[in-house]
T-cell receptor, first 114, second 114 residues
Framework: QKEVEQDPGPLSVPEGAIVSLNCTYSNSAFQYFMWYRQYSRKGPELLMYTYSSGNKEDGRFTAQVDKSSKYISLFIRDSQPSDSATYLCAMSLFSGGSNYKLTFGKGTLLTVNP | KAGVTQTPRYLIKTRGQQVTLSCSPISGHRSVSWYQQTPGQGLQFLFEYFSETQRNKGNFPGRFSGRQFSNSRSEMNVSTLELGDSALYLC?????????????FGPGTRLTVL
């Protein structure tokens, strides 16, 4: 079983829709949870970062973490064509505070149609 | 502030050859991490360098190596290339490589092995 599972999609939605992206993980030691967005031919860029269970909101984006279920989600409200990209979840362990590595999901390809 | 730069952007090699990829981190960032991205495996952590020392290593064979210079610039080397090494190689820099530091990714080097 992979440490992080993410539905690769592709996911196609009309403009204005609410998008839900999800990841599950198996390692309960993961403590930091991130969502990255990757446009075609670009490197990933950090969208959201959360540490604890619960919700975190930033504009149209909401990140949700449920550590008891080992499940994280990213919600995009009022989706726009410019949101079309691959969305990657990522997680890291707390290992002494000075070194770590990110474990990524495979990414979900999202297309928002005008 | 300039972002993470990677050179070259595209590379074509044949099996058995070796290749060196370069990464210049954001000014002031001392940690550089390398990742391999393929459609089948997604983003996988290769290694992390901090103050010219390899501090973290992923599960890749010894053909994959790297180094970091005193100005934090980093190089990654792959020897005896195999077809399966075809991938997008991404480097990411962060201030200190702590779990709470944001990693900023470069655009990647697309390596094709024929």
């Amino acid at each position: 079983q992979k440490e992080v599972e993410q539905d690769p999609g592709p996911l196609s939605v009309p403009e204005g829709a609410i998008v839900s992206l999800n990841c599950t993980y198996s390692n309960s030691a993961f403590q930091y949870f991130m969502w990255y967005r990757q446009y075609s031919r670009k490197g990933p860029e950090l969208l959201m970062y959360t540490y604890s269970s619960g919700n975190k909101e930033d504009g149209r984006f909401t990140a949700q973490v449920d550590k008891s279920s080992k499940y994280i989600s990213l919600f995009i409200r009022d989706s726009q064509p410019s949101d079309s990209a691959t969305y990657l979840c990522a997680m890291s362990l707390f290992s002494g505070g000075s070194n770590y590595k990110l474990t990524f999901g495979k990414g979900t390809l999202l297309t928002v149609n005008p | 502030k300039a972002g993470v730069t990677q050179t070259p952007r595209y590379l074509i090699k044949t099996r058995g050859q070796q290749v060196t990829l370069s990464c210049s981190p954001i000014s002031g960032h001392r940690s550089v991490s390398w990742y391999q991205q393929t459609p089948g495996q997604g983003l996988q952590f290769l290694f992390e360098y901090f103050s010219e020392t390899q501090r973290n290593k992923g599960n890749f064979p010894g053909r994959f190596s790297g180094r970091q210079f005193s100005n934090s610039r980093s190089e990654m080397n792959v020897s005896t290339l195999e077809l399966g090494d075809s991938a997008l190689y991404l480097c990411a820099s962060s201030l200190e490589g702590r779990a709470t530091d944001t990693q900023y990714f470069g655009p990647g080097t697309r390596l094709t092995v024929l």
